[in-house]
């Protein structure tokens, strides 16, 4: 076991690896009652493509997303009632690169890491439960088509990818799902859900090594030696946008616009995502968040509302800027967003006064989340995955300067590569 | 691991939730009132415009930029209910200084903060006039917005045609139709009358120095006498017959809601409504999310809730167009089950012992620990403990319960027929 204190933030981490591979961290939070557990694998919607020790595999569309439904269910019933009757809540969601299942309770937490590494490692699977989970989530796909912000948001990414899937929706399509058999799913299990291509986190108030003893003897018991090697295909994706402008007709009560800048993802380090990870968000906060002169410019010009939001998304395979917001002149608006992207880019706005401020700011809502044991496992998780620690952002942040934030932004604003998506209600 | 004082400041009561599990702290003002129509989207806007400009800080960017200022401070605003009242809540959440390598008296200029933020609408002008009207635009978008929550709007046409002629129709959020009408004097009035004659308490959880703070707390408001609004529930009104109204859109997925009034009587029978809820529709191991969602598939989400205060309860579900009588059909059933007992006790204790965890995760949050002690304040003194009431309920007092527990309203909102499935 390792330990790596952090004590700026008053904060420690205990690590260990199992023989089989699999990544443990505890995060302790002395006095709290709350445990919280994640067991994530390093599988999300995008991973329909792979080769695994020399042999190439496609699943349909949606798989991961089916699979994480499917693993609560096990011959003698729901796992989900089983967490519930020893005093637990369960949850598990699937995002484009990874399957978390976690549980969070206030006793009995052994037996639920028991119920949870069990019902994680042990699939069941017949034909006849995936034709039910077929209808169910076709439920779910149907009640995300109502959403007119989900819709907006993939026609978004629809826009500006051509290949990529993560302009596949994550339950996949009606047509998709009802390709999936058991069979694909004892693959994707067998391939991702391998020890060596997961992590736990466990937060709470722990004896850090009895529990690291406790999951040891569990895993050692498992018997797996052989660690595969997992390539994820990928599509080439084309540089360019696929579809410039849209217009989307919905029962909605007013238009919305959702405008997208698309980056090729050329950073292969992980430090360097992050750095332009942190630097988009610090621009975009200068130049769009409400303690910016051009906020007050859009809002009384009526142009946006206080669903103005924007956001930058740096992942391992792909990058990219999304702006939304309610507004009744969604032309203006873009072209206006356009102006504003081109006159903070000249220089002079980006300044060392703003910036100092924003990571003060930063830096107190970063201590704030960290009374969250699920803030901490969700994050850890992510920043893990990523290759960063989430412990280590405050001395990242610091490195930060007003030139990275107008370079990056620069870089990632770019004509070019912007789509711009308007749902309107029906005419 | 935590330490709960009551004390006053200048005649309001302040309660102290001292721990050092945090690594913030959080202050919150209540000002709490009848909930009437004539104050509600009143109190929504003025209480937004309040966070946003301050006497010192006249603009928004200036504020935001002062809090960013001491470590990302937030002061926010929101509006709920609880029995006949409407409650105003603002909050300010900002790092414990141990964690800060500065010296800045962080809690000291955020009580100055709420302070100015309180007086700030004894001054509004007609300078105030544009940020007014921009506040009405967005509060109107806001509310509109919300229309296009499927769920949300459904749950509003529900609540509206069960309580036609009830004040509990106001939801905390306010009335779209009532925004255009209001003037400044009118916030100014309200303002006034929410200084002077709301019930306030100031709730504050966090590891602090107890004197010091209360020296802070002491800047925020003054009054010359203390002020209390009793806190009452609704009367229990009878159920003559169902109400139904349907709708229809342009949507995939038909939304089915049930309102259910309840005749309650004493606190036990409070908790046993709750412990109920929880049983029929209330968690992932419910009646409805085991039946009717995992066993039948007749619906993707369902759910049940209570206003336990009051004794309504009710059910949402997002339910494929062709099955919306099969799943209300479904729904009583299961409801059912629990008038003719035929549930097991053990189930009952799993739900009473996963109530008793949540609470418990509640107390690991700030904002939760000062609901629990807020919610404590509003108690009759005589009121038996939380886990006494709990530890009461039993499987007759469910039985008793579930047949106390009547339909009132049924609301549909569906496709339009001439919109065949087109496929997703």
Redesign the interface.
């Known amino acids: 076991m390792q330990t790596r204190e952090y004590r700026g933030i008053d904060e420690k981490v205990y690590s260990h690896t199992c023989s089989n591979g699999l990544e443990i961290f505890i995060i302790p939070k002395p006095g709290y009652s709350k445990k919280f557990a994640t067991y994530t694998t390093k599988y999300g919607s995008m991973d329909d493509y792979f080769r695994v020790d020399g042999s190439e595999f496609v699943v349909p569309d949606g798989i991961a997303h089916f699979l994480e439904h499917k693993m609560f269910e096990k011959e003698d019933g729901d796992v989900f009632n089983l967490f519930s009757k020893h005093g637990a809540n369960a949850n598990a969601f699937t995002s484009y690169d990874r399957t978390s299942y976690l549980f969070s309770t206030t006793e009995d937490f052994i037996k639920n890491l028991d119920l949870l590494m069990n019902m994680v490692e042990q699939p069941y699977f017949t034909d006849e439960t995936v034709a039910r989970e077929v209808g169910i989530i076709n439920e779910e796909i149907k009640m995300y088509q109502d959403n007119p912000g989900y819709r907006l948001y993939f026609e978004t990414l629809n826009q500006m990818y051509h290949e990529l899937p993560v302009k596949t929706d994550i339950a996949g399509t009606l047509g998709s799902i009802s390709e999936i058999t058991k069979e694909h799913l004892f693959k994707c299990h067998s391939t991702f859900y391998h020890p060596s291509n997961m992590v736990m986190i466990l937060v709470g108030d722990f004896d850090a090594e009895a529990l690291i003893s406790h999951i040891d003897t569990h895993q050692e018991s498992r018997g797996i030696t052989h660690i595969p090697s997992i390539e994820r295909l990928l599509p080439a994706e084309p540089a360019g946008i696929a579809l410039k402008h849209k217009v989307l007709e919905m029962d909605v009560q007013d238009t919305k616009v959702m405008i997208g800048f698309k980056q090729q993802q050329n950073l292969v380090d992980a430090s360097d995502r992050l750095v332009r990870d942190l630097s988009m968000m610090f621009a975009l906060d200068m130049v769009f968040g409400e303690q910016s002169p051009y906020y007050y410019e859009l809002m009384d010009a009526g142009l946006i509302d206080d669903s103005f939001s924007f956001s930058h998304i740096e992942e391992t395979s792909f990058a990219h800027t999304l702006l939304t917001s309610t507004t009744e002149e969604p032309a203006k608006l873009a072209e206006r967003l356009s102006e504003i992207i081109s006159e903070a880019g000249k220089g002079g706005f980006f300044t060392e006064e703003k910036l100092s401020n924003q990571k003060r700011e930063i830096l107190g809502d970063y201590l704030s989340s960290l009374n969250s044991p699920e803030y901490i496992a969700n994050q850890f998780t992510k920043y893990h995955l990523d290759g960063y620690d989430l412990y280590r952002l405050p001395e990242i942040i610091e490195d930060i300067t007003p030139d990275d934030a107008r370079k990056h932004f620069i870089d990632v604003m770019d004509p070019d590569k912007m789509v711009e998506c308007i749902l309107k209600p029906h005419g | ?1 935590y330490n709960i004082t009551k004390n006053e400041v200048n005649h309001i009561p302040a309660v102290i939730i001292n ?6 702290i959080t202050i919150q003002l209540h000002f709490r009132s009848r909930l009437e129509r004539a104050r509600v989207t009143k109190r929504n806007l003025l209480s937004r415009m309040m966070v946003k400009r301050t006497m010192r800080h006249q ?3 200036e504020l ?2 002062h ?8 002061l926010t605003t929101n509006v709920g209910r609880k029995g006949q009242d409407h409650i105003v809540t603002f909050s300010m ?3 414990n200084d141990k ?1 800060i ?1 500065e010296d800045l008296d962080i809690p000291h200029e955020m009580c100055r903060v709420l302070k100015d933020m309180l007086r700030a609408p004894f001054n509004y002008d007609e300078e105030t006039r ?1 940020f007014f009207e ?1 506040e009405k ?2 509060y109107k ?2 509310l ?2 919300m ?4 769920a949300q709007s459904s749950f509003q046409a529900m609540v509206d045609t069960m309580f036609v002629d009830e004040d509990y129709k106001y939801l905390s959020h306010g009335v779209l139709e009532d925004v255009d009408g209001i003037t400044l004097q009118d916030l100014k009035e309200e303002h006034a009358e929410m200084m002077a004659g709301d019930d306030l308490v100031i709730m504050t959880a966090g590891s602090v120095e107890e004197s010091a703070m209360l020296d802070n707390l002491s800047l925020i408001h003054e009054r010359e006498q203390a002020k209390e609004v009793d806190h009452q529930p609704y009367a229990y009104r009878a159920v003559t017959e169902v109400k139904r109204a349907s709708d229809t ?5 038909a939304k089915l809601n049930m309102g259910f009034r309840a005749e309650l009587d004493s606190p036990e029978s409070h908790m046993a409504f709750n412990v109920l809820n929880q049983m029929f529709g209330g ?3 419910s009646y409805l999310f ?1 039946n009717i ?2 066993k039948e ?1 007749l ?3 369902i759910s049940s809730q209570v206003d336990m205060r009051n004794g309504y309860m009710f059910v949402m579900g ?1 339910v ?1 167009a062709e099955n919306v009588e099969k799943a209300e059909a479904g729904i009583l059933e299961e409801l059912d089950r629990f008038r003719k007992g035929d549930f097991e006790d053990a189930f009952m204790d ?2 009473k ?2 109530m ?3 609470r ?2 509640v ?4 904002k939760g620990l000062i609901a629990l002690e807020y919610n404590h304040l509003l108690k009759k003194p005589d009121t038996p403990s939380w886990e006494v009431k709990l530890e009461r309920v039993d499987r007759e007092l469910i039985i008793e319960i579930s047949n106390r527990v009547h339909l009132d309203t049924v609301y549909v909102l569906t496709r339009r027929d001439e919109d065949a499935d087109t ?2």
Request: hydrophobic share 30%; net charge positive; charged share 35%.
């Open positions: 691991m721990t050092d599990k945090f690594k913030t603009s928004e960017a935001l930029n809090l960013a200022h001491y470590y990302g401070a937030h959440e900002f790092v964690f390598r544009v921009r635009r967005l978008n806001r509109k917005s229309k296009d929550n499927r859109q342009k949507i995939e997925q968690t992932a191991s085991r969602r995992e598939s619906a993707y989400q997002g494929d799993e739900i012992g996963m008793r965890v949540n418990k995760e107390m690991d949050k700030p496929g997703v």
